[in-house]
C-alpha cells in the first residue's frame, strides 16, 4: 500500500523567511505533484516531478525529487504573505494509473507580516 | 473552456437519503476520478474511471456507486447517506499524458444530518 507523509502538518511563517516541506512516499513511483489549495476552493497544480533529480521552480516556490529516497521537497523562498494556503503531495500509480493518486495530509501555510 | 463542473456545490441530506453528486468534463479526457477530502486526511480516491464504460474502485469506495455512460460525465451516487460521509467531494479528470497534472473541479460541500 502506498502512503504518503508530509512534515510539517502545520507551518507558521514570517514574511522574508524560507522553509522547506517534506514529503515522504513508501514505494517507487512514476510520478510526484504538488498542490496548492486556498480555503474553501479548488486545487491548483504547482508542479510535476517525474524523474530523480527532477527540480522545478516557480517565483519563490521550488520542488525537488530523489526518487532513492522517496523524498520531495518544497522549498519556501522569502516567503510572502500570498503564499499562505495548503499544499499538499500526492504520487501516482505509476505506468498508465492516470489520475490514481495518493495524497499527503496537507501542509497548512500560514505566513505572518 | 468549463474544464471540469461539479454540481451542486453545497447539499444537505438526512441520514439515510440517497444522491447523485454530477461530474462533467469538456476537455475529453478519458481519466477520470472521485475524491473525498475530511480534515488532517489530505484527499482520498473514490471510485476511478479510465473511459467509458470502465470503473474501477479507490480507497475509500464503500457506500458509494459510479457508473461511466459517456467520456463526458462521471457522476457518484449515495445509496444510503451516513454521517460519515460529510466531506468534501472532488472530481478530477486527466488527459493520460505523461506530465499532466490531474484538473480538479470546485468541489460539492455535502452535510449529512
Known amino acids: 500500500e502506498l502512503k504518503v507523509e508530509q512534515n510539517p502538518l502545520f507551518l507558521s511563517m514570517q514574511e522574508g523567511k524560507n522553509y522547506t516541506i517534506y514529503c515522504n512516499y513508501s514505494t517507487t513511483s512514476d510520478r510526484l505533484y504538488w498542490y496548492r489549495q486556498d480555503p474553501g476552493k479548488s486545487l491548483e497544480s504547482l508542479f510535476v516531478l517525474l524523474s530523480n533529480g527532477a527540480v522545478k521552480q516557480e517565483g519563490r516556490l521550488m520542488a525537488s525529487l530523489d526518487t532513492k529516497a522517496r523524498l520531495s521537497t518544497l522549498h519556501i523562498t522569502a516567503a510572502v504573505h500570498d503564499l499562505s494556503a495548503t499544499y499538499f503531495c500526492?504520487?501516482?500509480?505509476?505506468?498508465?494509473?492516470?489520475?490514481?493518486?495518493?495524497f499527503g495530509q496537507g501542509t497548512i501555510l500560514t505566513v505572518h507580516p | 473552456n468549463a474544464g471540469v463542473t461539479q454540481t451542486p456545490k453545497f447539499q444537505v441530506l438526512k441520514t439515510g437519503q440517497s444522491m447523485t453528486l454530477q461530474c462533467a468534463q469538456d476537455?475529453?479526457?478519458?481519466?477520470m476520478s472521485w475524491y473525498r477530502q475530511d480534515p488532517g486526511m489530505g484527499l482520498r480516491l473514490i471510485h476511478y474511471?479510465?473511459?467509458?464504460?470502465?470503473?474501477d474502485q479507490g480507497e475509500v469506495p464503500n457506500g458509494y456507486n459510479v457508473s461511466r455512460s459517456t467520456t463526458e460525465d462521471f457522476p457518484l451516487r449515495l445509496l444510503s447517506a451516513a454521517p460519515s460521509q460529510t466531506s468534501v467531494y472532488f472530481c478530477?479528470?486527466?488527459?493520460?499524458?505523461?506530465?499532466?497534472?490531474?484538473?480538479f473541479g470546485n468541489g460539492t460541500r455535502l452535510t449529512v444530518t
Open positions: 478530477a479528470s486527466s488527459p493520460g499524458i505523461y506530465n499532466s497534472p490531474l484538473h
Open positions: 474511471s479510465v473511459g467509458a464504460g470502465i470503473t
Open positions: 476537455m475529453n479526457h478519458e481519466y
Open positions: 500526492a504520487l501516482e500509480d505509476g505506468g498508465t494509473s492516470y489520475g490514481k493518486l495518493t
